[in-house]
């Protein structure tokens, strides 16, 4: 399936998206963890889109459009992928579409997850990240075993300096203004499906995969 996960930060498409890939084998494509990466290793674009992301901005369209082409050209994305924080503006949506349809490649559906702003601001200021595989955690819902290791692969956790809850409130502003309008947008094509997403993760699980016929 070809599959958008659509939602404020922090609403757990992250979560979500790497349970789904695991399961079934449908690579996550997440566009923050790509950049995140970039600005790591501090690579030329690392090093362009590091205060875009500090700041809770979205980085220029043209930019973060280029890499997820880039990366639906890879042969593991033929069967199917998972599109997780992209689109986020309507000028990336567009250019998908074009994209997608030039191959033949159309939607299968975009999942909607909503849950209330202050349960988004509890997750988001609560996450720990593994710095080596990307693992999500949560200090209180999806607390590791041990306090800064990841469970998985042993990796040290962080805190993204995107999750202070200043820099939270802000990027819920920038997914109000920039991001909401995508909702509309893929309801008017038939492909938005909505997935309350204020349960616990395992809930949530069940619900999306019900709603994809997988269940
Ligand atoms: P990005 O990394 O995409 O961040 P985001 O969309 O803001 O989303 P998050 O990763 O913060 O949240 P999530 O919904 O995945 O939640 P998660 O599963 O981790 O983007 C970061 C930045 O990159 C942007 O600000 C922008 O600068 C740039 N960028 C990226 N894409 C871009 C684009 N397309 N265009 C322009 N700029 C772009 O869960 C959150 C927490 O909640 C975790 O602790 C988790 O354990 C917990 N949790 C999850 N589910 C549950 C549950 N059901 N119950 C309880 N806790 C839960």
Same mark, same amino acid.
């Given at each position: 399936m070809n599959l958008i996960f659509l939602g404020a930060p922090g609403v757990g498409k992250g979560t979500q998206a790497k349970m789904f890939s695991s399961q079934l084998y449908w690579p996550h494509i997440s566009t923050g963890d790509i950049l995140r990466e970039a600005v790591r290793q501090a690579t030329p674009l690392g090093l362009e889109v590091k205060h875009y992301m500090e700041g809770g901005e979205l980085i220029p369209d043209q930019l973060v459009i280029n890499i997820v082409k880039e990366r639906l050209e890879a042969s593991d994305t033929f069967k199917g992928f998972i599109l997780d924080g992209f689109p986020r503006t309507v000028e990336q949506a567009e250019a998908l579409e074009e994209f997608l349809s030039s191959k033949k490649r159309p939607l299968d559906a975009v999942l909607y997850f909503e849950a209330s702003t202050e349960e988004i601001v509890t997750r988001l200021t609560g996450r720990r990240s593994c710095r080596s595989c990307g693992?999500? =955690?949560? %200090? %209180? =819902?999806?607390?590791?075993?041990?306090? /800064?290791?990841? /469970?998985?692969?042993?990796?040290w956790l962080y805190q993204r300096s995107d999750d202070q809850e200043e820099t939270v409130r802000h990027r819920l502003k920038v997914y109000e203004a920039q991001t909401t309008p995508l909702i509309s947008f893929y309801e008017e094509k038939?492909?938005?499906?909505? %997935?309350?997403?204020?349960?616990?993760v395992e809930g949530v699980h069940s619900l999306v995969k019900k709603i994809l016929g997988l269940a």
């Open positions: 693992a999500i =955690y949560h %200090v %209180v =819902y999806q607390p590791p075993l041990n306090q /800064d290791r990841c /469970d998985k692969c042993g990796g038939g492909l938005l499906r909505k %997935v309350q997403a204020a349960g616990s």
